[in-house]
């Protein structure tokens, strides 16, 4: 994975209104902000540069719209992951769309498991930062028109920081942590998990870790927030996992997602 990063994918020609502000990107069974006003939907076979989304519960769609009394938002339902085979400008492509659209504010939203005993499914976890296990992953970042590329620290700290204190003030539990992005498509072994935990990460998924690497290293203001769908602490826990079970967690915690969304475009 030694590619140079190809050229920004292109949107058909189609007058969007208003720039958007906000660049959203959508994990797994996450179904948040439907109630956007002067809304624009372009299926992702329709941008040129975009491969094809396969993965279940990734409606492969950008909705650009206006959230109501809010901001003017892109929103990324389905991305692509490098386990489908993509190389990495396709797991970064989404990225590269909105900077070419001029977006400067991004939120990284995905489907994870928790590694913390005391969690529970359909809780929000602030993305603190961020551990790459993707074999190749930082070989394969190979965008030298990067001014300064570095993968640290990906995350705003002071939007991350009121995303945490407003989080307190909320019926639903918001966690805070690291997130650790692995390869995929197969779920943790018992030992990994184990490790996992004992380097120090709160969460584990299969994607994020490129989009927010680029997307900090191009300048972009950038907040991840997980939905932790699952709590892989045992054997028998992550034995019982499936994605069906990952989308229908997300699909429910998507109320309190839809709540830190809009909190999030009114505190970056």
Known sequence: ?????????????????????FGIVLGSGIVVLEDLEDKIDIPYDQIEGFPEATVAGHAGLLTVGTIPGGPRVAIARGRFHLYEGHPLSAATSIMRLYEAMGIRKIILTNAAGGLCGDWFPGDLMMIKDQVSLLNGFQ????????????????YDPEWTAKMIAWGKTQSFNMREGVYAGLLGPNYETPAEILWLQRIGTHAVGMSTVPEAAYASSHGMKVLGISCITNIAVTAEAQAATSHGEVVDVAKMASEAMNLALRAAVTLA
């Open 1 to 21: 994975m030694n590619e140079t990063l190809t050229a920004a994918p292109k949107l058909p020609a189609i007058d969007l209104g208003v720039p958007p502000e």
């Open 139 to 154: 070989a394969g970042m190979a965008d030298r028109s990067a001014p300064d590329f570095s993968p640290t620290p990906a």
